[in-house]
Each structure stands twice: as structure tokens, then as C-alpha cells.
């Protein structure tokens, strides 16, 4: 008898940072990224927006979503789910970050 | 009565009645005050237009004195944020806000030349640490 095994694939949706080279704000998440992504089963794409237009121009496709969670401008870091539109933005602690991550499924 | 405005941030000289609400040459916002003849005279020299680091940190040390704020304490971050600044003004013309994308809207980018209008940010108005969203002004302690 064929005995086939169906593995549940786990769903992990796609995360974006936005970031700035000379941002200090990015430097000071970079590690909190780092450690997230080795504790969890989590994944940044990591775009840097001021020394990348392709960059730039996608964060800027997203504005009417950021934005209004941002001061109501385009800030870095921000950190971006696609699939739920949901948004963290600036520097905050690495429960925060965390939370937000998971939150996302 | 026609009096003689300086732009602090870049050093620019206006002679009217009124000072200009953008400044011509750096495109700082609100950024005149009134200055006295003599000072016209002695400042109304020709120079550069760039400004050098260190021009730009005494031009904000100067902003920041007369003000409720001061230039962050850490040299690192400051410095940091001086190389996205001077590098925006060389890839995109204006010492454009590190920590924010501009929008290509000029007249709405505007608000993103080094130093903003930041006092009016929720991440500075009312609260007693606050600061401009880069971190480069931070409320002075009382």
C-alpha cells in the first residue's frame, strides 16, 4: 500500500523592512532583525531606500497604507506585512518587533 | 520700512520688507532673521553655496541655541546622520531628512530639508524627551 505523508507547509508571510543606510534608528534594529529571524521562523527582506530608487519606489507604492500609521509621512524603519497591510514603524523594543512579527502568521 | 534678513541656516542675505518663507538657495522654511546692516555687510560676501559639515553643524549649533532644543550629545548618531544628509544633497539636491523617503512631490518634500519643522511632530510636541524623528534635535533639559 502507498502510504503517501502530507507535510503541512508551514505559511510564513512575507516581511518587509524598509530602511535607511544612514539612518541610526535602522542601525539600532538591524540587530533585533538578526536575533528575530534566528529565533524564529521569520524572514525580513531587508530594502534600503534612499541609495536604491527601485526601493524607493515600491515604500512609495505603499503610502496610503504606511503613511497614516507613520505620522503621515514615509519614515525608516518601517516594518511591512504585505499580506495583512499591517505596519511597525520606528524604533522600538525587541518584544515589540517580535509580537508584530508573529502577529503576522 | 526694507530691512536686511540673514537665513540661518545657510547663511543667505535678503534685503525686503518681509523675510521670503522659503529660503532660495537652501530651501529651508522660515529660516530668516532679521540682522542688523553692519552684519549684512560683513556676511553679503560672496562664497560657496555647499556648506561643509562643519559650516552645516555650526548653523544648526547656532538654530538650536536661541531654541528649546539642542543638537543630540551623541557624536556618533549626529555624524551618522550628517552622512545621509550630505549624501541626499549629492544624489537628490537638497539635504533631505535621513530617516524619511521623499515623496517626489517637491513642495511636499520640502518638509523633509535638514532641519524640519519638527516641533510640530507627535514624536517632539508635549512630550518632555522629545525629539525631531531622526534624533539629530532633542528637547533640552530643564
Redesign the interface.
Known amino acids: 500500500m502507498l502510504v503517501r505523508a502530507f507535510h503541512k507547509e508551514e505559511k510564513v508571510s512575507k516581511l518587509i523592512m ?1 530602511h ?8 539600532a534594529m538591524m540587530p533585533h532583525v538578526d536575533r528575530l529571524e534566528k529565533e524564529e521562523k521569520v524572514k525580513f527582506e531587508r530594502l534600503e ?3 536604491d530608487e527601485k526601493n ?1 519606489d515600491l ?2 507604492s505603499y ?1 496610503p497604507v504606511i503613511a497614516p500609521k507613520c ?1 503621515g ?4 524603519p518601517t516594518f511591512f506585512c504585505p499580506e495583512t497591510s499591517d505596519v511597525l514603524c520606528g524604533e522600538v523594543p525587541y518584544d515589540q518587533l517580535k509580537d508584530w512579527a508573529l502577529k503576522q502568521g | 520700512m526694507k530691512k536686511y534678513y540673514r537665513c540661518y541656516v545657510c547663511g543667505d542675505i535678503h534685503f525686503g520688507v518681509k523675510a521670503p518663507e522659503v529660503c532660495p538657495t537652501c530651501l529651508v522654511k522660515n529660516a530668516y532673521v532679521e540682522i542688523s546692516s553692519d552684519e549684512a555687510e560683513r556676511t553679503s560676501r560672496p562664497t560657496q553655496t555647499t556648506m561643509t559639515r562643519t559650516e552645516f553643524r555650526a548653523a544648526i549649533e547656532r538654530f538650536a541655541e536661541k531654541n528649546e532644543f539642542q543638537v543630540n550629545a551623541d557624536a556618533a ?1 549626529v555624524e ?2 550628517f ?3 550630505f ?2 544633497e549629492q ?1 537628490h539636491g537638497l539635504k533631505y531628512c ?4 521623499r ?2 512631490d517637491f513642495n511636499e518634500d520640502l518638509k ?1 530639508v535638514c532641519p524640519c519643522n519638527f516641533i510640530i ?3 517632539y510636541k508635549g512630550k518632555e524627551d522629545g525629539e525631531c ?3 539629530l534635535f532633542i528637547r533640552r533639559k530643564k
Open positions: 524598509f535607511a543606510r544612514e539612518c541610526p534608528h535602522c542601525r531606500v534612499w541609495h524607493a515604500m512609495r503610502r505620522g509621512q514615509l519614515r525608516t | 548618531k551618522t546622520l552622512d545621509g544628509i549624501a541626499n544624489n535621513p530617516c524619511r523617503l515623496t517626489k523633509l511632530h507627535e514624536t524623528w531622526c534624533g
